[in-house]
RNA sequence: GCCUCGAUAGCUCAGCCUGGUAGAGCGAACGCCUCGUAAGCGUUAGGCCGCGGGAUCGAAUCCCGCUCGAGGCUCCA
């Protein structure tokens, strides 16, 4: 159906100057540039088929939202790429005068029709800001913005489910032994999450030389150090072994795609400016928040029979790209660049997908426990429609009886998303936040949207569900919740560190004195040839001050050589995790150290050997 | 976008209120020490005190504007 497309922006000002004539139609003006301040810009696309009454029922919308944001101030911004199937200019033009015609207590100007204009504009960043409207002759329709939410018709409801499958109240709840539950459900429920300190794990990325800022940047876009680019490396291929392994195969998509394309549209309407974009040629891209295009894209080419499916396409996006707001962006938890393995099923029906579904929650349990998490650390929140719920009780409980500890929930009267199903495992910090990690969805929008297609039993082309996961969630999001625990453990007064797998530096060896340089060489070198990362401390520096430093880089084991050990077969070796040193072999060090990190990938040193060659990055 | 805070040596920061020679610790370079499980000692180098303006005999310090950053709020497909 065709129907008249409205972007409405809350604005500081607009400023706009008429460049030329577009169409001959173009009215005949004096091109002079006009600014306007406090005013709300209706950018608008009339389509084929609008006509005076849409006109009318466009600026009762107009007015009727200008009036919750308090401004009486319109511009009328003919704007022609809002669509492609747009009314003829003459037909456009009458209806824009019809809208100007409108007497709704507004002051309202028009921008002259079929002229290029400059513009500038400054929107302003409170919720309702930013509105996009379609309006057709017949039933009203709008689209509104995730932004908006909170202001929309749909009801959410909170509950929170036992293991036995029994729905609470939310008020009700004894929550006196979950506690980040309690949390959890506070801070997306109400939505209360006040703090006023900076999270502990920013010091920490800092001074274990994983990651900092980079001024010269974007804010969001963090760079990584040699250790940082280690830990996450090691992440991602742990990530994609397991995904492999569970049967998904792994692409790669551009990290741009163009704005006008067909396909992108009801993505713009759905959620507007979040994104990075480029301009290159006269083409307006923007930067992928996400790998779901690129794989529908691509699922949409392939020529698929009902025997081929379910078909896991998995990718680790680097980067994905959202550009939160400023004031959003928290070190490693919130970036405006973050790598996201993001792993798509397609499946022929919901039978087939609900089954998929329990395999990638066994898979997400599996991965986030191979990350160092259990249980304990995180909570689960699981979303779905009332309807799905009703058909679908038995998976719904199989899950959070799975879980084994109550699970928020959170039911909505009607679907208003892609979904009609998803959970997520949720951190929740020091200061109290919570955040995403694991997550999966069932999609039932978006198989039909973006046109893909599969051949059924009788011979009928169907379009897939589509479940969207992220097993581990982001990667930097990773990092920033095992410093965080870290973090706990030593306010707790426990020692932090890294699971043993994910340290830069698994050995150090310390030599007493440097005549032992030629004999802790060799010893790095028979360790490392074990696949376990091994470095030397060859500093002309006193023992007491090299073993200080290898503690607050958290190094697990710390071996010192000295005349005894070089006449000895056993090894002093000073453990973090029990803060005791122990007498072992090299043989006995080294199956313990491989035992501890068996089937998890190994990476080599992603620095000098030598202490003493390496730069100082953070102190 | 809004609010708060910040910007001084490579890093972390003091000095600012009450204007008058630019400070410390860490790190770096050099030297001494040759060391047994969390900091051995000394010397040296290193500064457009974010940018622009104002009042003042005189500004890192007071006033105004700007830029950049961080955190919080809103938000997070």
């Given at each position: ?24 139609s173009?009215?005949?003006i ?13 950018f608008?696309?009339?389509e ?13 919308e107009?007015?009727e939202s200008?009036k919750?944001?308090g401004c009486?101030?319109?511009?009328l ?5 809002l669509?492609s199937?747009?009314?003829s ?5 009458s209806v824009?005068?019809e809208?100007?015609m ?7 100007q ?5 002229w290029?204009k ?5 929107v302003k960043?409170h ?17 509104t ?14 509950h ?7 729905m609470?109240?939310?008020?009700k ?9 309690e ?22 990325m ?12 974007d ?5 990584f150090?040699p250790?940082?680019r280690?830990i996450?490396?090691?992440?991602e291929?742990?990530v994609?072994?397991?995904?492999v ?7 790669e998509?551009?990290i741009?795609y ?7 549209e ?6 507007p400016?979040?994104q990075y974009?480029?301009n290159?040629?006269?083409?307006q ?19 698929m ?5 379910p ?6 996006t ?5 550009r ?6 928290v ?12 792993c798509h099923a ?11 579904f329990?395999k ?7 991965v ?20 799905f ?9 199989e ?6 500890k ?9 679907r ?11 951190y929740?910090d020091?200061?109290?936040?919570a955040?995403?990690l694991s997550?999966?969805?069932?999609d ?16 009928k082309?169907?379009?897939?569900i589509?479940?969207h ?7 930097e999001?990773?990092i920033?919740v ?5 973090a ?15 340290a830069?530096?698994q050995?150090?060896?310390i030599?007493?004195?440097p005549?032992?340089?030629?004999y802790?060489e060799?010893l790095?070198?028979?360790?490392s ?12 520096e ?18 010192v050589?000295g ?5 000895a077969?056993?090894?002093?070796i ?5 803060g ?10 080294i ?13 080599k040193?992603n ?10 990055i953070?102190?």
């Amino acid at each position: 159906m065709q129907c008249m497309r409205i972007l409405q922006l809350h604005c500081d000002y607009i400023e706009f100057t008429p460049v030329k004539k577009e169409i001959k139609s173009a009215e005949e003006i004096d091109p002079q540039p006009k600014h306007l301040d406090e005013v709300v810009v209706a950018f608008v696309a009339v389509e084929e088929g609008d006509n005076f009454d849409v006109a009318k029922k466009a600026m009762n919308e107009i007015s009727e939202s200008m009036k919750k944001i308090g401004c009486n101030k319109l511009l009328l911004y003919p704007y022609a790429h809002l669509s492609s199937k747009l009314a003829s200019p003459n037909t456009a033009l009458s209806v824009l005068k019809e809208m100007e015609m409108q007497e709704k207590g507004l002051e309202i100007q028009r921008a002259p029709f079929g002229w290029t204009k400059s513009y500038k504009i400054q929107v302003k960043g409170h919720p309702l800001a930013e509105h996009s409207k379609t309006i057709s002759a017949g039933e009203e329709k709008e689209f509104t913005s995730e932004a908006l939410k909170a202001e929309s018709k749909i009801q959410s409801f909170w509950h929170i489910m036992t293991p036995d499958g029994k729905m609470h109240d939310i008020d009700k709840f004894n929550f006196a032994k979950h506690q980040s539950l309690e949390v959890l459900t506070k801070y997306e429920a109400a939505k209360k999450r006040s703090v006023d300190e900076p999270p502990p794990h920013v010091k920490l990325m800092k001074k274990l030389a994983i990651a900092d800022y980079e001024p010269a940047s974007d804010a969001g876009n963090m760079r990584f150090f040699p250790n940082g680019r280690l830990i996450k490396s090691l992440i991602e291929r742990y990530v994609t072994e397991k995904v492999v392994e569970y049967g998904g195969f792994e692409v790669e998509t551009p990290i741009m795609y163009d704005s006008h394309h067909p396909s992108m549209e009801s993505y713009f309407n759905r959620f507007p400016a979040r994104q990075y974009n480029v301009n290159s040629e006269g083409k307006q891209l923007f930067l992928r928040f996400a790998a779901c295009f690129g794989q529908f894209l691509m699922a949409k080419d392939f020529q698929m029979s009902y025997r081929n499916l379910p078909l896991r396409l998995y990718e680790l996006t680097r980067y994905s790209f959202r550009r939160e707001q400023s004031g959003e962006l928290v070190g490693l938890r919130r970036l405006r660049a973050f790598t996201m393995p993001d792993c798509h099923a397609m499946c022929k029906d919901m039978k087939q997908a609900k089954e998929e579904f329990r395999k990638r929650f066994d898979l997400s349990r599996q991965v986030i426990k191979g990350l160092g998490l259990d249980e304990a650390d995180f909570e689960m929140a699981i979303r779905f429609t009332e309807e799905f719920y009703n058909e679908n009780k038995e998976l719904v409980e199989e899950l959070v009886s799975k879980m084994g500890k109550p699970v928020l929930v959170e039911m909505w009267k009607e679907r208003f998303f892609y979904f009609v199903l998803k959970w997520e495992f949720n951190y929740v910090d020091n200061l109290g936040k919570a955040s995403a990690l694991s997550t999966d969805q069932i999609d039932v929008e978006n198989g039909k949207r973006y046109n893909i297609e599969f051949i059924d039993e009788t011979n009928k082309p169907q379009n897939p569900i589509i479940l969207h996961n992220s097993p581990s969630g982001a990667v930097e999001r990773v990092i920033y919740v095992l410093l965080e625990k870290a973090a706990k453990d030593q306010r707790e007064g426990r020692k932090p560190g890294l699971p043993l797998w994910l340290a830069p530096t698994q050995v150090r060896v310390i030599p007493v004195k440097p005549e032992f340089f030629d004999y802790c060489e060799k010893l790095s070198d028979k360790i490392s040839q074990h696949d376990i990362r091994a470095d030397i401390d060859d500093r002309n520096e006193s023992v007491g001050k090299s073993i200080r430093d290898a503690e607050t880089d958290w190094i697990r084991y710390i071996i010192v050589i000295g005349e005894k050990e070089v006449n000895a077969s056993k090894l002093s070796i000073r453990d973090r995790k029990t803060g005791t040193v122990k007498e072992l072999t090299m043989d006995e060090l080294i199956r313990e150290i491989k035992e501890e990190t068996q089937n998890m990938p190994f990476l080599k040193m992603n620095m000098s050997r030598y202490v003493s060659k390496r730069p100082q990055i953070m102190v």
